[in-house]
């Protein structure tokens, strides 16, 4: 029987915390967990990420009425994956918004996905009865729109290619803070299943040149002061660089996904094994890296069945 993946055994809770990241502005992380954040306007509230379920979306909201009573009226998708989008209906929201790509990529492959990330991640979807289905966004953009919560405003943006083609970030000018979702994480593996290896950079250096205050990253401590950000963000470009270049290699001198998966392994593990996350993304992590170096420009879908394939095939 083939080994399983990490993820799966992984039933231990994390510890939540709630750091104000600028004035009226937090993070909700939960140690490499998937984050979320929360931008308190003058008279309302905008959530950026729902959680994997309405159970997991609760513990956020419990937290933001620790501070403000003020409604929830926006959530943003940050992009479509199921572990960010499924707790949505837990917020009496009057609009969700993700980019145009992000819905697009719901309607093509947002139920396998669902059936994906639940097989690979028990634990996140502990209450997931009470989801009453896919999530889809009652407001789209392309490439940029701005909302008022109140006179604060708030700017939501695609940038480029990152962990998915459609992802989003969030900007607060009068803050300098920036929700970038999972293009950059801080000391969690990036996964890149879904990703653009060789376009992530570019959109890093896109949210670098806002030159951002604070972050609040997709997985991983807040990022508060230009020391953690530009780590973070350097690190983020590291990790993909160094998931992409073995891969890439392998790939030109027509070795197996095994070979690229060893390859990988040799450069990102003295680097990066203690990550959160790191073992689980590892084996999606190179396979997308793999295709992408032989052509592959739209990530190929995954289901629960090609999970199992494929790790069958990286364990001989």
């Known amino acids: 029987m083939a080994k399983a993946f990490a993820s799966q055994g992984d039933m ?25 954040g929360v931008i308190i306007g003058d008279d309302s509230v905008m959530v950026i990420e729902a959680q994997a379920t309405p159970r997991l979306a609760n513990k956020v909201i419990e937290e933001i009425r620790k ?25 009496p929201v009057n609009q969700i918004i993700m980019s145009d790509d992000a819905r697009a990529m719901v309607v093509e492959r947002g139920q396998e996905d669902w059936d994906s990330e639940f097989q690979r991640f028990p634990r996140l979807f502990e209450g997931h009865e009470s989801i ?6 009652t ?41 970038t979702g999972d293009i950059v994480e801080y000391h969690s593996a990036c996964y890149c299943g879904d990703g653009h290896l060789t376009e992530w950079g570019d959109t890093l250096g ?24 530009t780590a973070a963000i350097e690190n983020t470009r590291d990790f993909v660089e160094s998931t992409y270049r073995p891969a890439a290699r392998v790939a030109a001198s027509g070795g197996s996904l095994k070979d690229a998966w060893d390859a990988v392994r040799a450069e990102c593990d003295p680097k990066f094994s203690d990550y959160a996350i ?18 592959i420009d739209t990530p190929r879908i995954w289901t629960a069945q090609r999970d199992l394939e494929m790790w069958e095939q990286l364990q001989g």
């Open 67 to 91: 501070v403000t009573d003020k409604p929830i009226t926006h959530l943003v998708l940050t992009h479509y994956h199921a572990v960010r989008v499924l707790g949505a209906s837990a917020y």
């Open 278 to 295: 790191y073992e689980h993304c590892l084996p999606f992590n190179v396979a997308r890296a793999y295709d992408e170096a032989r052509g």
């Open 132 to 137: 009453p289905g896919l999530t889809w966004p």
């Open 206 to 229: 896109e949210i670098a040149a806002f030159a951002p205050r604070s972050i609040a990253p997709g997985r991983g401590d807040a990022l508060v002061g230009d020391e953690m950000v």
């Open 139 to 179: 407001t789209t953009f392309s490439d940029s729109m701005t909302v008022y919560l109140g006179n604060r405003r708030v700017d939501i943006m695609h940038l480029g290619r990152a962990h998915t083609a459609g992802d989003a970030v969030v900007w607060v000018p009068d803050q300098e803070v920036m929700f």
């Open 12 to 36: 231990t809770e994390k510890k939540t915390s709630f750091t104000e990241i600028g004035e009226g502005l937090w993070a909700f992380t939960a140690e490499g967990d998937p984050n979320s």
